[in-house]
């Protein structure tokens, strides 16, 4: 038995993850393990990152339930880094619960998480297993933004505060890779159409429906925002959405459903009836987002016929597994958002400016940091999670793992919050949180 197991530790994420895992801060109070198809291959691995001899391997073949039930059975927490998960992720959490064990991913893929909902979100909380889908850049910053600038709305305005609107603009340094690259293809050959036209609803993983949100828009602004922060439509906006909007509808229906015992914490999570989440990918110019938007159309449309599918695989195993060693340190990631609490005929609205950032390129280094920060904060910090996280089901980074996560996350060296109330309309003038 080990307390930590990864799940295709000889593909590139693995690689990163067990990595991460190997030269922890708190490596003394964890075992871990690490799993893969080829033992071989698994060997190597140990050798190339210089493993501790008690770092344990278990070769299992995800297409086979018998065998992903018994690679599952002997760990406390598992990190699922092998995707597609449409095609192999479900038999993966199915085991978990079958066994008691918490899980931890890295998929972007929407109608595959509302899957694993429908499926085993009652039985998660059943039996108090906690399964987090979305935990790397899909869509933890995301899902992590809001979270902070609805508390520093509670914390200094008051606890009644309600968000209104709430705008990300990402900026990021990274690189697709060609296994990001069988994904998308694999959206559009094994997922129903029916079902990706379904995922694109808004609130389309919530248990709560909220009010409409505003529709994309092929150039962005930022508000408040000086120098000005342009915006182009942002590829995983919707994936980052629909997380944000299962955190809110999580914190709405644990609160409307205690009427009778409804608790300063729990009002203090929630967002508010009429909370809309806006995303974009920030760019240096309007001219900027043009071009980038008809780039990401091209991109989209290539990948969505069959002959043009075709000739891209021929081009996929040119591209890199991921991020060169170079790129992984000089990358950044940066989300910068803009909170507006809902006004009353007695209180104006304010504003919040949140800002997440990450030191290293973010889709994939800094990926591997987040996944386990929230793998370890189910094995070791338990005890110190909000009541959701403790209760299980199948939930959001913040909604299972709360300020824990952004403590564990800091701690890293690697991430760095801030969130202030903006007092004018001057960036100068302002309350820090």
């Given at each position: 038995m080990v307390d930590i197991l990864v799940l295709g530790a000889t593909g590139y994420m693995g690689r990163l993850i067990t990595e991460v895992l190997q030269n922890h801060r708190e490596r003394p109070a964890f075992s871990?393990?690490?799993?893969?198809?080829?033992?071989?291959?698994?060997?190597?691995?140990?050798e190339d990152l210089k493993l501790d001899t008690n770092v344990q391997t278990f070769e299992f073949d995800v297409t086979d339930p018998q065998q992903v039930e018994a690679v599952v059975s002997q760990a406390a927490v598992i990190i699922n880094t092998v995707g597609p998960y449409w095609n192999w992720g479900t038999a993966v959490v199915n085991a978990c619960l079958k066994h008691g064990k918490h899980y931890v991913d890295l998929t972007g893929e929407t109608p595959w998480i509302r899957k694993v909902i429908t499926d085993y979100d009652y039985l998660a909380s059943r039996k108090h297993c906690v399964i987090i889908p979305s935990c790397g850049l899909d869509s933890l910053p995301s899902d992590l933004t809001v979270f902070l600038a609805n508390k520093t709305l509670k914390t200094l305005v008051g606890?009644?505060?309600?968000?209104?609107?709430?705008?990300?603009?990402?900026r990021l340094n990274t690189a697709v890779s060609a296994g990001s690259f069988r994904t998308f293809i694999s959206y559009f050959e094994d997922v129903p159409s029916f079902i990706r036209q379904l995922s694109r609803q808004d609130f389309y993983?919530?248990?709560?429906?909220?009010?409409?949100?505003?529709?994309?828009?092929?150039?962005?602004?930022?508000p408040l925002s000086n120098p000005p922060i342009y915006g182009a439509v942002y590829v995983m906006a919707g994936v980052n959405r629909a997380i944000v909007h299962r955190s809110w509808g999580l914190h709405e229906y644990d609160m409307r459903k205690s009427l009778t015992s409804r608790t300063p914490e729990k009002r203090l999570?929630?967002?508010?009836?009429?909370?809309?989440?806006?995303e974009f990918l920030a760019v240096s110019s309007r001219a900027s987002a043009v071009l980038t938007n008809i780039a990401i159309v091209a991109c989209v449309v290539c990948i969505m016929f069959?002959?043009?599918?075709?000739?891209?695989?021929?081009?996929?195993?040119?591209?890199p597994d991921g991020p060169s060693e170079a790129h992984k340190?000089?990358?950044?990631?940066?989300?910068?958002?803009?909170?507006?609490?809902?006004?009353?005929?007695?209180?104006?609205?304010?504003?919040?400016?949140?800002?997440?950032?990450?030191?290293?390129?973010g889709g994939y280094y800094l990926s591997s940091f987040m996944v386990t920060e929230c793998a370890l904060a189910l094995l070791l910090s338990r005890h110190e999670l909000p009541a959701l996280g403790q209760?299980?089901?199948?939930?959001?980074?913040?909604?299972?793992?709360?300020d824990v996560l952004v403590r564990r996350l800091e701690e890293t060296g690697k991430f760095n919050f801030h969130s202030e109330v903006i007092l004018g309309t001057d960036s100068e003038t302002r309350k820090t949180r």
């Open positions: 871990f393990g690490i799993a893969a198809r080829s033992l071989n291959k698994l060997e190597k691995v140990k606890p009644e505060t309600d968000i209104e609107t709430s705008i990300s603009a990402i993983l919530s248990n709560v429906h909220g009010v409409p949100n505003p529709p994309n828009h092929m150039t962005n602004q930022l999570l929630t967002y508010g009836p009429q909370f809309k989440y806006e069959p002959p043009t599918r075709w000739i891209l695989r021929q081009f996929l195993p040119l591209l340190k000089d990358g950044f990631l940066e989300v910068n958002n803009v909170t507006t609490s809902s006004s009353t005929p007695a209180k104006a609205a304010v504003n919040v400016r949140t800002v997440v950032r990450g030191q290293g390129e209760e299980g089901g199948v939930l959001t980074p913040t909604t299972a793992l709360g």
